[in-house]
């Protein structure tokens, strides 16, 4: 089975762009969840997608958004981009999202901001 | 407020030694604790979860209620052990949103 796979691997934008990460889960997996990870804030929840709605979603500012596909593939968009987005970006999925069910992790995108 | 504490950045050791990552939680209610792994240039992964109870690689974790705490140890560190350990947390059983500690990188020295 393919894992969870995840384009761009690397993006450099400036400030004020915006940004679209894609995020493919594995086959069969429905839930798909998000995660920026910083050296200074570490690995916080951005949101989660189940079934084409957003399920959760954590404590960051409207420019960060996302979508699920019927497919189950899942984009996060990030606008206006500011340098402290600068991040490594995951994307996470599991069967149906349960804590039962394992999360599988992508190799994430790496996001700079210039 | 939902938060997981790992105290330690760094943890060195030898080869042999026994090793225990820390890692304490702040929830109110019952949590779901799990134990993540990245090594060098891989992805991250669930290394064992409380649930199971099972042990991964020589690794076990056994959840303090009383202490909220949900320690990793093995008895005998190797060097493959070498990586980044995360405790993490799902505070509710429909919701796939871990709630992470900051990370202890696990070193073992030949």
């Known amino acids: 089975k393919a894992g969870v796979t995840q384009t761009p691997r690397y993006l450099i934008k400036t400030r004020g762009q915006q940004v679209t990460l894609s995020c493919s889960p594995i086959?069969?997996?429905?839930?798909v969840s998000w995660y920026q990870q910083t050296p200074g804030q570490g690995l916080q929840f951005l949101f989660e997608?189940?079934?084409?709605?957003?399920?959760n979603k954590g404590n960051f500012p409207g420019r960060f958004s996302g979508r699920q596909f019927s497919n189950s593939r899942s984009e996060m968009n990030v606008s206006t981009l500011e340098l402290g987005d600068s991040a490594l970006y995951l994307c996470a999925s599991s069967l149906v999202g349960r804590t039962t069910d394992t999360q599988y992790f992508g190799p994430g995108t790496r996001l700079t901001v210039l | 407020a939902q938060r997981v504490t790992q105290p330690e950045k760094l943890l060195s050791v030898f080869k042999g030694a026994p090793v225990e990552l820390k890692c304490n939680y702040s929830y109110s209610g019952s949590p779901e604790l799990f134990w993540y792994v990245q090594y060098s240039r891989q992805r991250l992964q669930l290394l064992l979860r409380h649930i199971s109870r099972e042990s991964i690689k020589g690794f076990t974790a056994d959840l303090n209620k009383g202490e909220t705490s949900f320690h990793l140890k093995k008895p005998f560190a190797q060097e493959e052990d070498s990586a980044m350990y995360y405790c993490a947390l799902i505070g509710s059983s429909n919701t796939g949103k871990l709630i992470f500690g900051q990370g202890t990188t696990l070193q073992v020295k030949p």
């Open positions: 997608y189940f079934s084409e709605t957003q399920r």
């Open positions: 086959s069969g997996h429905r839930s």
